[in-house]
T-cell receptor, first 112, second 111 residues
């Protein structure tokens, strides 16, 4: 069965640079979620989209923005990167009437 | 915000042993999800629970939705090496869909 696709899998950036992470949800899933996971931590919710509209917002810095496109893929844009942004970033998708979220393999972002 | 505490924090067992872990909340959840995460990979959904008292199995895994709706339990029978990883409970916050994750239980199998 098709799973959530994330790209790139690994990304190395320098401080103050920008990064764009992409997420392709499972076919026919209309809701996308972004989570950040620091070393040894549990995933923390950043933001979600349903039918291309932002549906919920968590502890996402103002330097980050995201959107969902007409084909339901989503992009997380991160600007003015800081060392503390180094983490695993996961995208998850679901159908709107289900609580079951399916996670992608993640993007490991390293800021140097 | 809502907090999910998992215990034990880590477990060291021998292959073939049964495993039990639990997750407790300071508030009521209407859904409990159990995930397994391997290092550097995304969490994989194992079991979803929707009703208080519900007992659901997935192969060697069995999970229960606590009667009080403030806890859940996961059992693994006859553990095998591929069971190694971190197990997270998670639940959607009431009124929206974002997941709050538990603190995790790290399972290690001693050779």
């Amino acid at each position: 069965a098709a799973g959530v696709i994330q790209s790139p899998r690994h990304l190395i950036k320098e401080k103050r640079e920008t990064a764009t992470l992409k997420c392709y949800p499972i076919p026919r899933h209309d809701t996308v979620y972004w989570y950040q996971q620091g070393p040894g931590q549990d995933p923390q919710f950043l933001i979600s989209f349903y039918e291309k509209m932002q549906s919920d917002k968590g502890s996402i810095p103002d330097r980050f923005s995201a959107q969902q496109f007409s084909d339901y893929h989503s992009e997380l844009n991160m600007s003015s990167l800081e060392l503390g942004d180094s983490a695993l970033y996961f995208c998850a998708s679901s159908v709107s009437d289900s609580h079951e979220q399916y996670f992608g393999p993640g993007t490991r972002l390293t800021v140097t | 915000g809502q907090q999910l505490n998992q215990s034990p924090q880590s477990m060291f067992i021998q292959e073939g042993e049964d495993v039990s872990m639990n997750c407790t909340s300071s508030s009521i959840f209407n859904t409990w999800l159990w995930y397994k995460q391997d290092p550097g990979e995304g969490p994989v959904l194992l079991i979803a629970l929707y009703k208080a008292g519900e007992l659901t199995s997935n192969g060697r895994l069995t999970a229960q939705f606590g009667i009080t709706r403030k806890d859940s339990f996961l059992n693994i029978s006859a553990s095998i090496p591929s069971d190694v990883g971190i197990y997270f409970c998670a639940g959607p916050n009431f009124g929206n869909e974002k997941l709050t994750f538990g603190t995790g239980t790290r399972l290690t199998i001693i050779p």
